[in-house]
C-alpha cells in the first residue's frame, strides 16, 4: 500500500475544492488570496510527495507506479485562473445554508474516511479503491463505487456548491437537485444491480448494498436549495 504521505495527499486533494467552496459561500472577500495559497500549498505538498516510494499494491505486492505531478499542474493552474476571474466579477452573497454543504460533505466523505483507517479491513470498497478506472466504468453496478471509493462524489459536491454562487437562484436550485439526486442514483446503484442479478430473491443482501451516507447528502443539499428559496422569496 502507498505510505503515510500518499495518503495525506489524497485527502488533501480531495478536500481542497472544499475548502475553495467553503471560502466563495462563507468569504467571498478572501477567497482569491487564500483559496490561490491553498492551491499552492497542495501543489507543492504534491511535488515532494511524487519523490516519495509509491508503495506496494495490497494484492500482488508489487511496486506500484509513480505518478507524475503534471495533471495536478494543470488542474491547479485552471483553479488559480478561475479564482483570478472571481476576483473581479461582484462578491456573491454569503450563502445561509453553508452549514447544510459541509454536513452533506461530511457524510459523503463516510467510504473514503473508513478506507483510511489505519488496521482496516480491505473491503470489496478496497477494491474498488486500488482497481484501474477503466476496468470499472465498464461493470454495470461499479460506477457510483468507484465515485464513492475515489472521492470524486465529495469533489462533485464542492462544485456545485461553487458554481452556485455564480448563479441566479432558479438555476442554482435545479443544478443543487439535480445533484441530489445523482447522490441517490448513486446510493441505490449496488442494490439495484443485486436485485437484477439475484432476479428478487435476495432482498436483504442488497439492502446491504444501499449507500446511507449518500443519501444523506442528497438529503442535506436538498434541504439547503428549500432554504434558498425560502430566503429569495421571503418565506
Known sequence: MRGPGWEVLSWA?????????????????????????????????????VILPPGTDPVTGRPLSGEGPW?????????????????????PPVRKGALLWAAATVAASWTIGRLSLPGGEFTSFGWFASTPAELLWRQPGAWSCK??????????LALTAAAG??????????????????????????FVW?????????????????????????????????????TSTGA
Open 147 to 156: 465515485a464513492d471509493a475515489d472521492g470524486l462524489l465529495i469533489v462533485l
Open 13 to 49: 486533494e480531495v478536500l481542497l475544492p472544499v475548502a475553495l467552496a467553503a471560502l466563495l459561500l462563507r468569504a467571498p472577500r478572501r477567497t482569491t488570496s487564500l483559496g490561490i495559497t491553498a492551491v499552492c500549498v497542495v501543489l507543492t505538498y504534491r511535488t515532494l510527495v
Open 194 to 230: 443485486v436485485l437484477i442479478i439475484g432476479g428478487g430473491q435476495h432482498f436483504a443482501d442488497a439492502t446491504m448494498m444501499i449507500r446511507w451516507h449518500l443519501l444523506l447528502a442528497a438529503a442535506l443539499i436538498a434541504a439547503g436549495a428549500f432554504r434558498d428559496r425560502k
Open 71 to 91: 495533471l495536478s499542474i494543470a488542474c491547479y493552474a485552471a483553479a488559480v485562473a478561475a479564482l483570478l476571474l472571481s476576483a473581479r466579477s461582484p462578491l
Open 165 to 190: 454562487t455564480a448563479m441566479a437562484a432558479r438555476s442554482r436550485r435545479r443544478i443543487t437537485l439535480g445533484t441530489a439526486v445523482l447522490l441517490t442514483l448513486a446510493a441505490f446503484e449496488g
